[in-house]
Nanobody, 120 residues
Framework: QVQLEESGGGLVQPGGSLTLSCAATGTFLTVDVMGWHRQAPGKERELVAAVNSDGREHYMDSVKGRFNISRINTKNEVSLQMNSLDVEDAAVYYC??????????????WGQGTQVTVSS
């Protein structure tokens, strides 16, 4: 019913920048919250940033001032601009979307994940 397509991961040097993008397609009534989580080896998955349909943003403390999340509601797309990347930011990043489908049910959908490697 709802699919996510992620792009933008890769290898970057410390201090560099990357932008991740995620587009939601399929059959749904609304796309509610759009966000990015990450999971590093041996660690739990954590919420990096999220944005509501009304534009309210949330960031984990360690990325505030460095990362910026944005969404294009008309395209059901969300992007994560990551600046001043540190080795601690290296992880698999997952797009996560809450979408409401016919009947009013809200689904949580996950992307397949995209690897971000920060290394010199």
């Amino acid at each position: 019913q709802v699919q996510l397509e992620e792009s933008g991961g890769g290898l970057v040097q410390p201090g560099g920048s990357l932008t991740l993008s995620c587009a939601a397609t399929g059959t749904f009534l609304t796309v509610d919250v759009m966000g990015w989580h990450r999971q590093a080896p041996g660690k739990e998955r954590e919420l990096v940033a999220a944005v509501n349909s009304d534009g309210r943003e949330h960031y984990m403390d360690s990325v505030k001032g460095r990362f910026n999340i944005s969404r294009i509601n008309t395209k059901n797309e969300v992007s994560l601009q990551m600046n001043s990347l540190d080795v601690e930011d290296a992880a698999v990043y997952y797009c996560n979307v809450y979408a409401t489908i016919s009947g009013g049910q809200q689904l949580s959908i996950w992307g397949q994940g995209t690897q971000v490697t920060v290394s010199s």
